[in-house]
Structure formats: structure tokens, C-alpha cells
């Protein structure tokens, strides 16, 4: 009788923690998903960040993409390494915060990650701070 009742109480915590976890992943997500795009680009593994690309607008070829990265590299650097700092989430949108640093210099990033058929995907992001005139 005492073991059924561990084993009732073990499968009741072990609930609410899988419960929780999910809750935590959910929140996660945006910023893992921008984590794993950024990676991707650091590495230019521009075949799994074309693959985490959204949809939401025309989608550009992969030749195209690739062109716009390799552009992007020689006007602001290669990009050598990220940090994600937080993500605002409103249901399938998130606004993702995040520092870069490139062979040029550091900047503060805004992404902008929506949720396509249950996976973040990345549409794009500019830069937090006001150019130089």
C-alpha cells in the first residue's frame, strides 16, 4: 500500500515537472530557435539557416539568400559570434534581442521569429541602434 502511494506521488511530480518544462520551453523557444539560426550563419551553414527561414512573406530562392548573406558579410563583417539576450513573445510572434559581434565591429540586433507549423523560424532582423548621419 505505501509503495502504490510513492509510486501515485513519484507520477504526480513527475507530471507537474513535465508540466513546468514545457511551460519553460514554450517561453525558450523563440530564443533556442534564434540561437540555432545565428549558429548556423556563424558556421555558413547557409543550408540549415535557409531551412529556419519563415515563410510569412514571397520566400526567396536559396541562391538569393545565400547572395544577400555573403552581401550582408562585406558591408557589416562576417559574423563570429552572437548572444541571444531575450525574447517577447505575443502569441506565434517574438521579438528576439540580441548582440553580434563581426570582424567589423558589435552591434544590438532585433529579430523578428514567428511560429510555422510549431517550430520558430526566423524572418529577419535590423539593428536596435540609429546609424551615424
Not at 523557444?29 to 539560426?37: K, L, Q, V
Request: charged content about 20%.
Amino acid at each position: 500500500m505505501i509503495a502504490i502511494f510513492v509510486v501515485g506521488v513519484i507520477t504526480v511530480m513527475a507530471g507537474v515537472a513535465f508540466v513546468a518544462s514545457q511551460a519553460v520551453l514554450r517561453v525558450k523557444a523563440p530564443i533556442d530557435a534564434a540561437n540555432r539560426y545565428l549558429d548556423a550563419v556563424t558556421r555558413d551553414d547557409y543550408q540549415t539557416a535557409y531551412g529556419m527561414v519563415c515563410h510569412v512573406a514571397p520566400r526567396e530562392s536559396y541562391e538569393q539568400y545565400v547572395e544577400a548573406l555573403q552581401a550582408q558579410a562585406r558591408a557589416e563583417g562576417h559574423l563570429r559570434s552572437h548572444d541571444v539576450i531575450s525574447a517577447n513573445t505575443s502569441g506565434s510572434r517574438a521579438a528576439v534581442l540580441y548582440d553580434t559581434r563581426t570582424d567589423t565591429g558589435t552591434d544590438e540586433r532585433r529579430a523578428l521569429m514567428v511560429k510555422e507549423n510549431g517550430h520558430w523560424t526566423f524572418c529577419g532582423a535590423q539593428s536596435t541602434r540609429t546609424p551615424n548621419h
